[in-house]
């Protein structure tokens, strides 16, 4: 069985800060990873996705994620934050054989003007 | 373009209740999956259905079943309520099974008594 682990639970800071959250999976096959955001009051939306190819991987808003497989992680970077930043944002995995959405626990990002 | 759409929005049961929720798709995506999501924690899945049939099960008792309708909206049924149900429940829509990236709706907020 899948599973996503999240190694940030709360994270903090200023704008124009950098965020880099964590995410690690374990699953030994081919997987498809997602980030997800919910902002205060509304639903999930993709922020981006990896399927293949690139190992980076560019979304909205500015984000982008490194697939890096030998590691299974898929790390979400924002160079420089914005306050309507602040929101909880999911990893999520699947794979090509169990079209399930993992997800994570969840990393709330309070961004402080 | 509507987006993927749940009822109701908020819902108060009683223990041993049933309850039935739910999900229209977004236009032409013909795979439903449903997510619990309980407070703090990220969503877990319930169920996939696919062209009206079963393609997956999550780790969720039998009082936990879902049907999708020729025109692909989907219900979710939970029987004998627990306090423990209580959760935000997320429906998703997909053109396919599998790689197919999945839409969320603004999901339904059970709350049992």
């Known amino acids: 069985a899948q599973s996503v682990s999240q190694h940030n639970h709360h994270v903090i800071l200023s704008e124009a800060a950098s965020l880099e959250l964590g995410c690690n999976y374990s699953?030994?096959?081919?997987?498809?990873l997602f980030w997800y955001v919910q902002y205060p009051g509304q639903h999930l939306q993709l922020l981006l996705k990896?399927?293949?190819?690139?190992?980076l991987v560019k979304g909205i808003k500015g984000f982008e994620a490194e697939f890096i497989k030998s590691k299974f992680s898929f790390n979400l970077r924002k160079p420089s934050v914005q306050w309507s930043d602040t929101a909880e944002y999911f990893c999520?995995?699947?794979?090509?054989?169990?079209?399930?959405?993992?997800f994570g626990a969840g990393t709330t990002v309070t961004v402080r003007a | 373009d509507a987006g993927v759409t749940q009822s109701p929005t908020h819902l108060i049961k009683t223990r041993g209740q049933h309850v039935t929720l739910r999900c229209s798709p977004i236009?032409?995506?013909?795979?439903v999956s449903w997510y619990q999501q309980v407070l703090g924690q990220g969503p877990q899945f319930i169920f996939q259905?696919?062209?009206?049939?079963?393609?997956g099960r999550g780790n969720f008792p039998d009082r936990f079943s879902a049907r999708q309708f020729p025109n692909y909206s989907s219900e979710l049924n939970v029987n004998a309520l627990l306090l423990g149900d209580s959760a935000l429940y997320l429906c998703?829509?997909?053109?396919?099974?599998?790689?197919?990236?999945?839409?969320f709706g603004p999901g339904t907020r059970l709350t049992v008594l």
């Open positions: 259905y696919y062209e009206k049939e079963e393609r």
């Open positions: 999520a995995v699947n794979s090509y054989r169990d079209y399930k959405l993992s």
């Open positions: 990896y399927f293949s190819g690139d190992p």
């Open positions: 998703a829509s997909s053109l396919g099974q599998g790689t197919n990236e999945q839409f």
């Open positions: 699953y030994g096959g081919t997987v498809n």
């Open positions: 236009s032409g995506h013909k795979s």
